[in-house]
């Protein structure tokens, strides 16, 4: 069985949502999991390594590494940065013959089930976005993200030194180095959920037609849709939660499957009707608190000078997404040819 390390930097409150991942990933238990943090909970267990540091002795690795200035000021910035953990990290992960980073928004499955060794021997990179990828740790691989620009003639020292998040871990960045560079990568959207953040009902980021929910079974992760009034329950390795609160105050060591609906866990019984599940209310009052979300966003943008009014924030906004867009439809392309 081929080994795999997923690198964790996390500084600063431990979320409420790390007790039930920590347990998804102690049940992966042929997969090791490297944190670098500074949280006195997070705690060696099993498969689950710690490498405690404060995050300016974490941030002078990577400056010590590159021969230009770099902007790492706050942890969300480290997004950029994931490419980089197998080149700038490498004595830490030596040992290993694939290295990845993950996210901890995330419910996991059976890994193994879905990257198995056939698929580890065939590709170098596992994945693509920055929630979850693996790359084979050689040194042509983990020096990669330097060889040429993603879209927007975005490349590593452009978005390394900026402060704003240039999305280089992914759609804007390493995605399309892969593929210029013909870096033989595994991608199924089948494998993971990643769930929507506007709507309040579970919809997977690519697919808006059907509402899903989720069920652990003590060891697997499914999603459950309804299609025409018709259950669906298909196996995936994770689902991700990104920007979502949910209660999993019913959550506890001993409870052995439960469900995941918006936004709540629910211990999982013989007497449930997983129609009823299907139900979700307070939609309205969640798309309210979404859009107030963007308006702080902009206050805080605003009290810093860098918007002068909510009309060019908004603009800005649906630049960006234009962008975004567009290195989608790239991708699209890039691949057909």
């Known amino acids: 069985m081929k080994s795999v390390v997923l690198i964790i930097p996390y500084f600063g409150k431990l979320p409420d949502y790390y007790k039930i991942w920590e347990m998804t990933a102690l049940k992966n238990n042929t997969i090791d999991f490297l944190f670098f943090t500074d949280i006195d909970a997070i705690t060696p267990k099993a498969n689950i390594k710690v490498v405690k540091t404060s995050f300016q002795d974490f941030t002078k690795l990577f400056k010590d590494k590159f021969d230009f200035t770099i902007s790492l000021e706050s ?3 480290l997004c950029d940065f994931k490419p980089t953990y197998g080149y700038v990290l490498y004595e830490y992960i030596k040992e290993y013959e694939f290295w990845g980073h993950c996210d901890i928004d995330l419910l996991f499955g059976d890994i193994r089930a879905f990257i198995t060794d056939d698929i580890l021997n065939h590709y170098d990179k596992i994945l693509e976005l920055g929630h979850f990828t693996l790359y084979r740790n050689n040194l042509d691989n983990n020096s990669a993200f330097m060889n040429g620009v993603g879209f927007a003639d975005i490349d590593y020292k452009k978005a390394l030194s900026s402060k704003e998040s240039m999305y280089f871990d992914e759609i804007l960045g390493t995605m399309w180095i892969a593929r210029k560079n013909k870096i033989k990568t595994f991608y199924s959207e089948n494998a993971f ?7 309040k009902k579970f919809f997977h980021i690519t697919d808006f037609y059907n509402e899903s929910i989720f069920y652990y079974d003590g060891n697997k992760l499914f ?10 329950k298909t196996e995936i390795m994770y689902a991700h939660f990104q920007k979502r609160a949910i209660d999993y105050s019913q959550y506890n060591d001993e409870l052995a499957a439960f469900y995941i609906v918006p936004n709540k866990l629910i211990p999982a019984n013989d007497g449930i009707d997983v129609n009823r599940l299907f139900i979700v209310k307070g939609q309205k009052r969640y798309s309210f608190l979404k859009k107030l979300e963007h308006v702080k966003r902009y206050l805080k943008k605003y009290n ?33 040819t």
């Open 75 to 77: 942890p969300y910035k």
């Open 304 to 336: 810093r000078k860098e918007y002068g009014s909510f009309l060019n924030y908004k603009r800005e906004r649906t630049r960006f997404h234009n962008i975004m867009k567009n290195a989608r439809d790239g991708l699209k392309d890039y691949k057909e």
């Open 223 to 232: 999603a459950i849709d309804k299609v025409n009034n018709d259950i669906r």
């Open 193 to 199: 959920f990643d769930v929507c953040v506007k709507e």
